[in-house]
């Protein structure tokens, strides 16, 4: 079982993201994923210690801690610097988008995206991220679908 | 998998649930938000953070609308989501008249989300409008003054981490003269969201957060390190007043000595705008001891500023078109913003969903767990009821005792899901607050709206059927009531009208008011204007009282004007909005009068879902008659009986009572006995004895409703199952005392042909 934390603070776009993730047809060539939810930075700050996750989804405005700053929180820690990482953020913000790949994003999804289109680019990353990912972490058992 | 199984193409049926109800909650709280910067904007102030909230909260519509392909509400926010990015980067001035377009796309957002449902058709040409409208306000980007950032000692890194707006906010504060202030504290995880509020409420006062930066050291997870960066006038000295705590650190982010002097040049050079509100008091305590020529504060005001990085020369024609949007676009009658008032005719929000105080789920989550234990309780009974060796009485004791905590328990369940249905009558009363600004605007009328009692809480359901004829009746006193301003001057009142809404909780009702200051109602006037539209007879208006004169406004087809203007009187009456609150189980009642005002009160009951009935019989049927509209029930004492204008009126304790005998309403067999009943019922102010056969006694019952086929049977809110496979009717006393006690006819008696299909 694969896990995918969504950090976005609209409820329904995490809804959205989660029906496409742990849609069937996703699981059929990946394997089933579990969509972990958090409705702002704070919450993803919270969720990431329970990790690891094998992608992590954000977008970058949102309150108090924004996308860039959790992004380049996520970069600096121990345990999640190298895990895949997409913003998922409307085209208006360039600036802000090219802030977070300087971080270390590793790709960008503009809103609105297709359900396909996210299916595409999660499955990319997920793939990508694969060998470096699967060492579980001390002490957790070793996981995997 | 099962909650992703919905996850066609269209992200799943969850998923747009979900989108239906958060987009209809961005939707009031952009309403909301609006109204505050409206005002502050009449104060002369425009406040940042609303901006930037209203900002994202277009931006999140945008993006969901997108999503989820409502493309008429993705372009809308498109364009509007321009104007506001403009709004709040300083590059455009927040007016009245860029308000009314801000208001006219909430009223159109909602429409297109009830289009959306199959509610209603989309307005696309009103949006079309909106759009052009909008069009003509957006501004190009001006270049701003770069450099007044480049003396402050910040870790260059940090401009990586800051989003766009934060770093306008950044730089538009410097330009204000403001200090910059670096604030270290460490929080637990668990508890931050609290802590936070905290810090967010003592440094409000002292100036603005600008960005708050996890720094990612600390060795332990449960705690976080934040380094806030804040602008302000103060000093740190005062900053560390007061923002307290054990892990507060507080400096000042200090100045580099050499560039200064490009500060005020570059803050002058970009020329705020000269339409701009009267400044605050101006930051006398700049740390630095550096007085730059002071822009207004009012934020939105400030010079433009683009957050580019690079010094360009500031676009001196930017303030310009700023202040072409500002002038008052004061909308003619008829014209465009007229319509769309019109075409807003519905505040009804397309939300099913009930945001819940998780403490009240805790509530429940407890009780059920109580219940979990009774049901123990019987597992362990019936386990020893089958052993012989059980003693019967001490086994009857035993259930008697679980029975008991039982109905605790369920009573207690009840009630608790009843608080979760409850939502503040608040919801509503702020969109009617737009509706107000909306039309007093168009009308030309000056009207305050005071609202009271927004806390009170009654059923989501009931709130949500309750919008429309607030609406009604809120357009009608501004339309019909309140006076122009010369009207008003002229009669001694103050220029500007007043509308009050009320609301408070009554026993198990609540009570709504709408009251306004107005020309108030002639009793003369209604009447004849009923005898004109032959809604009763001259004769009929000669026996009526003022208070039953004025309860002629909600009869069919009542009008006083000849002409319908805009706002109302184009075929939805009074009438409609009487029957919508009749069909929640309330009464609406009118007073007035001439030159002082007139007060609409509505009268609910909290909730439609589980009530208290008290059951009667009527020619061996059974029938349930809520409670809450029962006074007392007694026996029938026929020498007490009078029939006074074909109607029969019963003396109870020296005051008389109009009486109604069910069966003979119902068209049922009549059958005479030695003893009757007569429960009393009253509903706001109305007493009517119903004649029953039998009182059987009281129940809790859930009350469903009658069917498509039936739904045109007046008299009965609907059916309850009884538990014993029986069925009971459940009376619709408001609509019965009405139809019983109306002016004009003694309908009770001939009410067969309703009857018979019941």
Redesign the interface.
């Known amino acids: 079982m694969r896990s995918v934390l969504v950090v976005e603070d609209s409820v329904s776009v995490r809804a959205f993201v989660r029906a496409v993730l742990e849609a069937p047809e996703f699981a059929a060539t990946h394997g089933a994923v579990t969509v972990v939810e958090a409705s702002c930075g704070f919450d993803a700050m919270r969720l990431l210690p329970r990790g690891p996750y094998d992608l992590i989804v954000t977008d970058i405005n949102m309150a108090d801690i924004n996308g860039l700053e959790l992004i380049r929180f996520i970069r600096k820690s121990a345990h999640h610097h190298t895990t895949p990482l997409l913003i998922i953020s409307s085209l208006r913000g360039e600036q802000d988008v090219d802030r977070g790949i300087a971080l270390g994003a590793n790709a960008y999804l503009a809103k609105p995206f297709t359900p396909e289109q996210l299916r595409q680019t999660c499955e990319r990353l997920l793939v990508a991220g694969k060998p470096a990912l699967r060492e579980p972490a001390p002490g957790e058992p070793g996981r995997g679908s | ?1 099962a ?10 049926d ?2 747009r649930d ?2 239906f ?3 209809q909650e961005l939707v009031d709280g952009l309403g909301r938000d609006l109204l505050a910067l409206d005002k502050a904007l009449k104060h002369g102030r425009t406040d940042a953070e609303l901006v930037n909230d209203v900002f ?1 909260g277009v ?2 519509l ?3 609308s ?3 392909g409502v493309t008429r509400m ?1 372009g809308l926010s498109h364009e509007l ?1 321009d104007v506001l ?1 403009d709004l709040r980067l300083g590059r455009l001035e927040l007016t009245a008249g860029l308000l009314d377009l801000l208001f006219r796309a909430v009223g159109l957002y909602s429409r297109v989300l009830s289009a959306e449902k199959g509610d209603g058709e989309e307005p696309s040409s009103e949006i079309e409008e909106l759009l052009a409208a909008l069009g003509q306000t957006s501004q190009r980007p001006t270049g701003g003054a770069g450099g007044a950032v480049a003396q402050y000692d910040l870790d260059p890194a940090l401009f ?7 770093e306008h906010r950044l730089r538009s504060n410097i330009q204000q003269g403001m200090s910059l202030f670096r604030i270290k504290v460490r929080f637990a ?2 508890t ?2 609290s802590a ?1 509020d905290e810090l967010k409420a003592s440094a409000r006062p002292h100036g603005e957060i600008i ?4 720094t ?1 050291s600390g060795a332990d ?1 449960d705690t ?1 390190e934040l380094e806030i960066l804040m602008a302000g006038r103060g000093t740190a000295e005062v900053l560390r007043g007061a923002i307290t705590g054990p892990n507060v650190v507080i400096e000042e982010v200090r100045r580099r000595a050499a560039a200064t002097s490009a500060l005020p040049a570059a803050a002058r050079a970009s020329g705020a705008p000269a339409v701009t509100p009267a400044p605050e008091a101006p930051a006398s305590t700049v740390a630095s001891g550096h007085m730059p020529a002071e822009p207004p504060p009012g934020v939105v005001a400030t010079p433009p500023a683009r957050g ?1 990085g690079e010094a360009r020369v500031p676009d001196a024609t930017s303030s310009g078109d700023a202040m072409a949007v500002a002038a008052p676009a004061h909308p003619t009658r008829g014209g465009t913003a007229a319509r769309g008032a019109a075409g807003d005719m519905s505040l009804r929000s397309v939300s099913q969903t009930v945001r819940v105080d998780i403490r009240k789920l805790d509530l429940l989550m407890t009780i059920v767990g109580e219940l979990a234990i009774v049901k123990t309780g019987i597992t362990r009974l019936s386990e020893r009821a089958r052993s012989r060796a059980a003693d019967p009485s001490k086994l009857a004791m035993e259930l008697q005792r679980l029975n008991r905590d039982f109905d605790r328990h369920l009573a207690q369940m009840q009630g608790g899901i009843l608080e979760v249905r409850m939502v503040p009558l608040g919801q509503v009363f702020d969109k009617l607050a737009r509706v107000v600004r909306q039309i007093s605007r168009e009308l030309g009328k000056e009207v305050n709206l005071v609202v009271t009692g927004a806390e009170t809480e009654i059923d989501k359901l009931i709130v949500e059927e309750l919008s429309d004829p607030l609406m009604h009746m809120i357009r009608n006193a501004i339309d019909h009531a309140i006076e122009i301003r010369a009207d008003r001057l002229r009669v001694g009142k103050p220029p500007i009208g007043t509308i009050a809404l009320n609301a408070f909780q009554k026993g198990n009702h609540v009570v709504i008011e709408v009251e306004d200051d107005g020309a108030g109602m002639d009793p003369r006037v209604i009447a004849a204007a009923a005898v004109r539209r032959a809604i009763i007879t001259a004769e009929e208006a000669a026996d009526l009282s003022p208070r039953e004169i004025f309860a002629l406004v909600f009869m069919p087809g009542f009008t006083t004007r000849d002409v319908a203007t805009d706002m109302s009187g184009r075929g939805v009456g009074l009438d409609v909005v009487k029957t919508n609150i009749a069909k929640l189980g309330g009464v609406v009642d009118i007073a007035s009068e001439v030159g002082i005002g007139t007060k609409i009160t509505i009268t609910l009951p909290i909730t439609l879902a589980i009530i208290n009935v008290l059951l009667v019989e009527i020619a061996g049927r059974l029938f349930a008659v809520p409670l809450a509209s029962v006074d007392e029930a007694i026996l029938l004492d026929g020498s007490q009986v009078r029939a006074v204008d074909s109607r029969e009126v019963l003396t109870v304790r020296g005051a008389s009572l109009p009486i109604c005998r069910l069966d003979r309403l119902f068209g049922l067999p009549s059958t005479r006995r030695a003893r009757e009943y007569v429960v009393i019922a009253q509903v706001a102010t109305r007493r009517l004895g119903f004649v029953v056969d039998e009182i059987v006694g009281q129940r809790d019952i859930v009350i469903k409703a009658l069917g498509p086929s039936l739904k045109g049977v007046r008299g009965f809110v609907g059916a309850t199952e009884l538990g014993d496979q029986r069925v009971a009717l459940v009376l619709d006393v408001a609509a019965l005392v009405e139809e019983v006690l109306s002016p004009g006819e003694a309908r009770f008696l001939p009410w067969q042909p309703a009857a018979r299909r019941a």
């Open positions: 998998m909650e992703g199984g919905g996850g066609r193409d269209s992200g799943g969850k998923a979900e989108f109800s958060e987009a994202r931006h999140t945008k993006g969901l997108a999503l989820f993705a989501e990015d990586g981490v800051l989003t766009e707006y934060e995880l668990a931050i969201d936070l960005t708050y930066l996890p990612g997870v976080i580019s």
